[in-house]
């Protein structure tokens, strides 16, 4: 318990502390006006109050990454911890808070075009695609995850395609209607609904005092398939969106385009990311008591196959165990409307892209809706063969969870590139940027299923990702050393 309390208070801290240190390198400025208030159109650009930015941000990041995420984290043991802490910290909050203040001061662009307008137009062109990808599997994911769980909890009787239908015909009138008319009203109650879910877990650490395993009792991997999941690079692709997630930074400009003052960058970049830590350390802490206790180690294993439950099946397991039974089904749910509203959220966030890309006004609900179908279509494609498919599912989760992590590798070069055009210690995102680079690169080379692994030897795996963290590094420098003094052609 000493450990997860002592985790909790660095994550306080790093808000306290670090996010104002991130906002004096920005130089943040009360005074300039927002693109909210500029031109705002009553669809995307619409001004609310910071309190409910505060809490849609939550929920658009949030979805079941702190918590299914955290769950599957858990499994190595308390290694995790450190990751969720200093990942949210000096990795994750920073990534979120700088991309979403850029987005502010480039008129609420979207992440492509904060991508290319650092990084070069051939990378903007390649972002686009590879943003609306993420965005489908997440759309995908975010569909089956719910529909699923909904269809195994409370109507067994159901074809599951019936949830799925409701879920995604949601989804459309959630991403064409303005922001302020669905998600500005109720995403704010589920977000209150996920802290809850994480607030009744600290109640049940209370009641029940579960031997929390200690930081000084060893980082060993304890992943019950160890020799084929080693922690360096495995957790860290499982553990996204409580660390460092590139969705993140795809969702802040929505909210960027509904501030009406740069002060709240803070509070609502970093703050919702540090909030984000917390849910994860918290689910992390319960899964590891029931992974690795004697007592509780039989509930996580599937009785029909043997194998290790993950992250939504360990909700479940959970729940029942500690809460009585309408708590545990208010936590289902809370999962569920997790799921949900970072899904719908997606697609909203592909459609911009798409707009932007095309610049296409998005204010005629027509237009709205000749963007959005195509991208729905092709939602709907990626969903049938994860639900049809035995190991559909599986396999487009690794897609997106690998997926993700090369987005925010991608944008934390491109916030060095910026802090460097600006003059500013770039150091604070290179060091993350260079991190995740080796994360995403060994994971291709190292992992088994995934990747390469099955047919190189591991050591060679961390060279080819040493070796490729090194030269996008070197890249980098002699960038610095022949244009890094210039300012960017279509800077803000």
């Known amino acids: ?24 390198v920005l130089v943040v400025d009360p005074k300039r006006v927002t693109p909210a208030v500029a031109h705002p159109d009553g669809v995307d650009y619409v001004p609310m109050k910071p309190w409910r930015i505060y809490l ?33 910290i000096f990795a994750g909050a920073v990534h979120d808070f700088i991309a979403g203040f850029i987005s502010i001061r480039r008129d609420g662009a979207s992440l492509p075009e904060i991508h290319g307008a650092y990084l070069g137009n051939g990378v903007k062109q390649f972002m686009r695609i590879f943003t609306v990808l993420l965005m489908i599997l997440v759309g995908a994911v975010f569909v089956n995850t719910p529909a699923v ?97 590139g ?12 501030m009406t003052n740069e002060k709240q960058a803070r509070p609502v970049f970093y703050g919702a990311m540090i909030t984000e830590g917390v849910v994860a350390l918290i689910w992390a802490a319960a899964a590891t008591v029931f992974y690795h206790d004697p007592m509780l180690q039989q509930l996580t ?83 049938v063969y994860s639900l049809i498919d035995a190991k559909g599912f599986d396999v487009i989760w690794r897609y997106f969870a690998w997926s993700n992590q090369v987005l925010a590798t991608v944008t934390l070069w491109t916030l060095t590139v910026y802090l460097c055009y600006k003059h500013k210690p770039y150091i604070i995102t290179l060091l993350p940027a260079m991190f995740m680079t080796m994360v995403t690169g060994c994971f291709l080379f190292v992992a088994e299923k995934e990747g390469l692994g099955s047919f ?15 030269a996008l590094t070197l890249l980098f420098y002699v960038w610095k050393r022949r244009r890094g003094g210039k300012e960017a052609s279509d800077e803000e």
Request: hydrophobic share 55%; charged share 10%.
């Open 1 to 24: 318990m000493v450990t997860f309390l002592i985790a909790i208070v660095l994550l306080v801290l790093g808000y306290l502390v670090y996010s104002k240190i991130i906002e004096r």
């Open 56 to 88: 849609i941000q939550f929920l658009n990041i949030a979805g079941v990454g702190p918590i299914c995420g955290a769950i599957m984290g858990a499994q190595f043991g308390t290694a995790s911890f450190l990751w969720i802490v200093f990942g949210s």
């Open 149 to 245: 769980l909904l269809n195994q909890n409370f109507t067994p009787d159901w074809n599951v395609f019936l949830w799925v239908g409701i879920i995604f015909a949601y989804y459309l009138v959630a991403t064409l209607l303005p922001i302020d008319k669905l998600i500005g009203k109720i995403y704010p109650i589920f977000g209150f609904l996920l802290l809850g879910m994480a607030l009744a877990i600290v109640v049940a650490f209370i009641v029940y005092r579960p031997a929390l395993p200690e930081v000084w009792q060893g980082l060993q991997n304890q992943h019950p398939d160890a020799a084929h999941n080693p922690i360096f690079p495995m957790m860290f692709i499982s553990i996204a969106c409580g660390a460092i997630s």
């Open 247 to 258: 969705f993140h930074a795809t969702q802040s400009p929505l909210m960027a385009r509904c």
């Open 301 to 383: 294993v599937n009785p029909e196959t043997g194998a290790t439950l993950g992250g939504n099946a360990m909700v479940g397991v959970i729940a029942n165990a500690w809460f009585p039974k309408v708590i545990a089904v208010i936590c289902v749910l809370g999962v569920i409307s997790a799921a949900v509203t970072s899904g719908d959220t997606a697609l909203r966030s592909a459609r911009l892209i798409v707009a932007d890309f095309l610049h296409y006004e998005q204010k005629p609900v027509k237009n709205r809706l000749f963007v959005a179908l195509p991208i729905f279509a092709v939602t709907a494609g990626v969903l």
């Open 456 to 470: 190189i030897p591991r050591w060679l795996g961390y060279t080819i990702g040493a070796a490729i963290t090194f």
